[in-house]
Each structure stands twice: as C-alpha cells, then as structure tokens.
C-alpha cells in the first residue's frame, strides 16, 4: 500500500522560513519526479516545485523561485521543501505528489498525500 505522508507546515511571519518533509512508503521512490503543489481557498492548484527521478533538473513556479528549494533523500524516501522569505501569499495545503513518470515534464500525478497547512501572517 503506498502511503504519501506529508508534515511540517505550520504557522510563521513573513520573513520566516519552513521546511516541509515528505516520508513515501510502499511507491518506487527512484522511479518517479516528485514534488510539491498548494491550494489556497478559492484558488486553483498550483505545481510549486519538481524534481526529476535522479535529482538531475528542478523546476519551481516563478512565484518561489529563489525563495524554495526541493531536494530528495533516497535512503529515506523523503521529499524536502526548504521555504525562506515566505510572505503571506504562500498561505496554502501543501501537497506532495510523485507523478506516473522520472521526469517534471509529465502532467500526471500518480500518487499524493493529504497536505500540510501553511500559514504565513503579515
């Protein structure tokens, strides 16, 4: 049974950092391009960050780009996202996903969790 498990996320002012861990079990973890997407009430989902099966290419939305960082721990089958300078329009559920393919480029998502609330105050 895969199991996509999401934590980290939390309460914190803008200027502050997060980082959000993503523990997989039961799912190839080497197969798949993993990341990360967040919806805010009201708004569409949105793919933040991706990076491929080998760590070779990441991919963020324009939004974060200077601001995350994802990276992967193969012995752990964990997905990190390292969060500075957050500003209040980053207050989304994040959700980890790992899509059907190893690399960012696919559109399908095949696996992802319940999502950790970030809440970021002005």
């Known amino acids: 049974q895969v199991q996509v498990v999401e934590s980290g996320g939390g309460l914190v002012q803008a200027g502050g950092s997060l980082r959000l861990s993503c523990t997989t079990s039961?799912?190839?973890?080497?197969?798949?391009?993993m990341g990360w997407f967040r919806q805010a009430p009201g708004k569409e989902r949105e793919e933040v960050s991706c990076?491929?099966?080998?760590?070779?290419?990441?991919d963020y939305a324009d939004s974060t780009k200077g601001r995350f960082t994802i990276s992967r721990d193969y012995p752990e089958n964990t997905l990190y996202l390292q969060m500075n300078s957050l500003i209040p329009e980053d207050t989304a559920m994040y959700s980890c996903?790992?899509?059907?393919?190893?690399?960012?480029?696919?559109?399908?998502?095949?696996?992802w969790g319940q999502g950790t609330q970030v809440t970021v105050s002005s």
């Open positions: 990076i491929t099966w080998r760590s070779s290419t990441t």
């Open positions: 996903f790992a899509k059907a393919e190893p690399y960012c480029l696919s559109s399908e998502y095949k696996y």
């Open positions: 039961g799912l190839r973890f080497t197969t798949y391009a």
